[in-house]
């Protein structure tokens, strides 16, 4: 089979366009009740009271959990809000957990609890909190690092820019609420969860309520966006999970819409310092990127926003710094390109502003600056074809016929700007397990703990395991999203392929080799007495290779040999000496058009072009919307998103999806994606670098920079708004 | 200080600004005289409901404590959901969304945002998309509906969701059972000459041509986080013609 790259459609579309496809809350069994969270009003303080007894005495109530009556932990974290004790650290916090019959019964059980709180003062000033900030690290990777004499170099540059660039706090508001649906059965929970961790969660739910981790069983088989939100365990789930213990049924819960603006996640707000020397002739001699970001009072969490400025251009002078600003808010998570997103707006806008203070084209420094190796550490890349990108996107934008000045292209009384932005993503790659399983009725079965989250995950699977196997991939069935099967790594940081595809690779090697070994000492097998070299299998027969005729079908010799599935499980770990010897990432470049309304403020985002050196693309319909999924993220960080914070009480203020504006099909004009395609197989055998977070990198600096170039003005406050454009 | 007020509507502490900025943290409790309570209170009593809309929210709740005197009245509703009647008797507070996901158990109808403003719900009554959010269920005795679920004849996919499919409209599938649906009231909205905010000529009769520029304008009540819009766009198109 050769199906790795072909623009394969889903194997899950018909479930999905059917509504066949089951999310997480939408598992029936006897006996389901409904949970609904309350929250707290205040962003600091205690409780000082909380009365329920009208709750308890409303139509349908099963419980009410609260700090007083709540089930003690044995492994409860500070960083959870699972009703251990009476402090407030966040406006929103999970504060009791209403139980009823009915999703109605519920609500309105809800909304009668009166609380008292006793108020302490909140810290929700963001800058005032910079004097008090502290460093931190992401992922253990320091969020300081330095090389060369950056001061020095600033002084003897020629030409420097030193700007400020900020960014708002982002809710990733997946269309799909968090949602779990708990079960006890003893000492046993089973919980659907719509998570990108499932492993993971499984290990923190047992740790929590103190039983083994095989006690614990987690279900997911399709998650409806996460954007990395559903990563972290969050309060709700094991607040599920108590709740269900104490009526001793299964328990719902979902979260509402407003409430999906605090307690599980979001993009931090960032506050960026760009300073950039150069020569007279375009050649960066040093850059300081200096980040405060903020994170709440419960758990560190840093955006890492100067990580790409450590490998985006070769300067020989670099210092890159991260402060964390703790307030009392909703601890931030890692957000699409967590950290990349917001650093390289930052980034590719001050390059922007650079090549205009040197008048020259901002296609033409990047390539001045291009860098073969990795500017830190001075190791080679596992492969970098960013060059070719940036060529074959302005030949495809039609670059070439800009013309440089600000306001200088116009269309009616439209002003249409050009803006350029380099982008680029870590390539990660973490342990993962799979089985690859021959079922007696013919058909393969190849499954992981992996999370389908609209990456295209079960038709890459069943590819994989089609090409290792030279099976049609209409007999294969995939499986994920259960703790039952062999771990995977959670889905986030691009990494779901490059990990998982590699342990499909070994599992189905070893089934295949299992097969044909049982198959030639099988006295009943027509490939009887070769040897395994001599023997193949192929598109369901088993079959001498000098001799294809002399061949079975693989359900007859499984009937014959005793009606059980033959299996092959493989652990495959990554290459952890890689590192010492590659700098891997994936790159790429981003075009964007845009249209001002030079009155009223406006901008259209009219046509984007991108072209992505991320390896080997597995499948080409999947990859496609990948990409285009990370430029629309980029257009509504660049225009669109943002979390108000009322400053007094640290609630947001616009959570719904009226008020927090995500980009809307009238939003998105003509998007021209594609990639390099060259295999980097130092990181895994079929060569995929990841692409679910590279489209959001670059774009909205790609956008931003079309806006200066459309209206000459330069905002350094995203999102661009009309109202920043008509100020 | 130690202030009172009801936990899910209000989203500001029981205290007025002043003394909420006045708060010392070294002591931190502070006895307050004039519960926000009775603030608001005094305050809407003179000021009407204009002015302080966030704050009289919560003194709804508070001072009149209304669902003390609610009592949850069922109701009995027959619903022609895919052409199949259903009998239910029901909490006249359930949606239509919560009637088809929770009772009939017809969870391809999502919930996305259940204020109506994301689309991930919509359903096809009489024929016109409506958000099911926002609809009460036994509003509609006597209404066809159609879902997801009702589309397809059997086996035989529906041209838009045949489209959907070959042109990737969709990544995690969440909102696509209510795109396809909005798409399939579109095509009959355009079939009929409905003008969008978008259409050229508004004194033109007859079906609208649906170009990318007015596919995109009638989908925008229909959120996809995921990204896939220059999908839903080729799917929609591509249906429009066969259909």
């Known amino acids: ?727 | 200080m130690t202030t009172e007020n009801s936990s899910r509507t209000s989203t500001v502490p029981e205290t007025d600004s002043e003394e909420y900025s006045s708060v010392n943290p070294a002591t931190d409790m502070i006895d307050c005289k004039l519960s926000r309570r009775d603030f608001v209170k005094t305050v809407g009593y003179f000021t009407g409901a204009g002015a302080l809309g966030l704050q009289l929210i919560s003194v709804e709740t508070i001072v009149e404590c209304a669902p003390l005197e609610f009592s949850a009245s069922a109701h009995t509703v027959e619903l022609t959901v895919n052409g199949l009647v259903h009998k239910l008797t029901m909490d006249t507070r359930v949606t239509l969304l919560d009637a088809l996901r929770e009772y009939l158990k017809l969870t391809g109808t999502k919930k996305g945002c259940d204020h109506g403003q994301c689309g991930a719900c919509t359903v096809l009554v009489n024929g016109r998309r409506i958000n099911s959010c926002l609809s009460l269920a036994v509003t509609h005795q006597g209404d066809q509906i159609t879902t997801i679920e009702g589309l397809s004849g059997g086996e035989e996919l529906h041209p838009l969701q045949t489209a959907f499919i070959e042109h990737d409209g969709f990544q995690c599938g969440y909102c696509t059972p209510g795109q396809i649906c909005s798409a399939v009231a579109l095509l009959e909205e355009a079939r009929r000459g409905d003008a969008s905010f978008v259409t050229p000529d508004l004194a033109h009769t007859g079906r609208v041509e649906l170009t990318p520029e007015e596919i995109r304008e009638r989908m925008s009540g229909n959120v996809c986080r995921c990204g896939a819009y220059p999908g839903i766009v080729q799917a929609v198109q591509t249906a429009s013609r066969t259909l």
């Open chain 1, 1 to 727: 089979m050769n199906t790795i790259g072909k623009p394969i459609s889903r194997v899950d579309g018909k479930l999905k366009v059917t509504g066949s496809a089951r999310y997480s809350a939408e598992f029936d069994m006897p006996g389901l009740c409904y949970a609904v969270l309350v929250q707290s009003t205040i962003p600091a303080g205690r409780i000082a009271g909380m009365d329920d007894s009208l709750a308890r005495k409303a139509a349908g109530v099963l419980a009410v959990l609260t700090p007083e009556n709540a089930q003690r932990l044995p492994g409860a974290e500070k960083r959870l809000s699972l009703l251990q004790d009476n402090q407030v650290y966040y406006n929103g916090q999970p504060v009791a957990v209403v139980v009823a019959e009915k999703l109605e019964e519920a609500h309105h059980a809800a909304s009668l609890i009166k609380i008292r709180y006793s108020v302490s003062a909140p810290k929700l000033d963001f800058v005032a909190g910079f004097p008090s900030s502290h460093p931190g690290n992401h992922n253990g990777e320091p969020g300081d690092m330095s090389w060369g004499d950056v001061d020095g170099a600033l002084k003897d540059s020629d030409i420097k820019i030193d700007q400020v660039y900020t960014t708002p706090i982002h809710h990733h508001n997946p269309m799909e609420p968090h949602a779990a649906i708990a079960q006890w059965n003893g000492d046993e929970l089973t919980v659907h969860e719509s998570a990108q961790d499932i492993s993971g969660h499984r290990a923190k739910l047992a740790k929590l309520f103190g039983v083994q981790e095989s006690n614990v069983r987690l279900i997911c088989l399709f998650v409806g966006g996460g954007f990395g939100c559903k990563g972290p365990l969050w309060s709700h789930v094991p607040l599920a999970a108590m709740a269900a213990r104490q009526v001793n049924r299964p328990v719902k819960i979902v979260l509402e819409r407003p409430q999906m603006f605090g307690p599980v996640g979001a993009r931090p707000r960032t506050h960026q310092r760009l300073t950039v020397g150069a020569t007279r002739e375009g050649k960066l001699t040093a850059i300081r990127h200096e980040v405060h970001a903020h994170t709440s009072v419960i758990e560190d969490y840093l955006e890492s926003s100067a990580f790409p400025t450590r490998v985006m251009y070769g300067c020989p002078n670099v210092s890159t710094i991260h402060r964390i600003v703790d307030l009392n808010l909703g601890t931030p998570t890692y957000t699409r390109a967590p950290g990349v997103a917001t650093g390289t707006y930052a980034l590719e806008v001050a390059m922007d502003e650079l090549a205009y203070k040197l008048n020259m084209d901002p296609l033409q420094l990047r390539l001045l600056n291009y860098t073969e190796n990795d500017p830190q550490t001075k190791l080679p890349f596992t492969g970098k074809h960013l060059r070719d990108c940036y060529t074959r996107a302005a030949e495809r934008f039609g670059w070439s016929n800009r013309t440089r000045e600000p306001r200088s292209m116009r269309d009616g009384s439209q002003l249409i700007g050009w803006g350029v932005a380099t982008e680029t993503y870590p390539a990660n790659r973490r342990p993962a397990s799979a089985l690859v399983r021959f079922k007696p009725d013919g058909r393969v079965l190849v499954a992981t703990g992996t999370h389908e989250i609209g990456n295209g995950i079960y038709t890459i699977m069943i590819q994989t395991a089609a090409d290792a196997l030279n099976v049609s991939p209409d007999l294969i069935d995939a499986q994920l999203g259960d703790t039952a099967l062999p771990p995977a790594p959670i889905t986030a940081g691009s990494m779901t392929v490059a990990s998982v595809t590699p342990a499909i690779q070994t599992a189905a090697e070893r089934v295949r080799t299992r097969l044909l070994q049982m198959a030639v000492a099988d006295s009943g097998s027509p490939v009887h007495d070769a040897s395994v070299d001599e023997v193949d299998f192929k598109d369901g027969l088993i079959f001498r290779k000098l001799s294809p005729n002399r061949s079975e079908k693989l359900g007859d010799f499984i009937a014959r040999n005793g009606g059980q599935p033959i299996e092959g499980i493989a652990h495959v770990e990554p290459d952890e000496t890689l590192k010492q010897k590659f700098a891997s990432h994936s790159f790429g470049a981003v075009f964007a058009e845009v249209s001002v309304d030079p009155d009223l403020g406006p901008t259209r985002v009219r046509r984007v072009t991108a072209v992505y050196d991320v390896g080997k693309v597995l499948n080409e319909k999947t990859a496609r919307s990948q990409f285009i999924g990370g430029i629309v993220w980029g257009i509504g960080l660049a225009l669109h998103e943002d979390s108000h914070m009322d400053a007094r009480t640290g609630r947001i203020v616009n959570e719904n999806l009226a008020d927090y504006h995500v980009p809307v099909n009238a939003d998105i004009g003509e998007i021209d994606v594609s990639a390099i395609d060259i295999a980097d197989t130092h990181l895994n055998p079929l060569g995929a670098r990841g692409i679910g977070e590279i489209g959001i990198t670059g774009t909205a600096a790609a956008v931003a920079n079309a806006i200066y170039h459309a209206t000459g003005k330069r905002i350094r406050d995203l999102p661009i708004t009309p109202q920043k454009l008509i100020a």
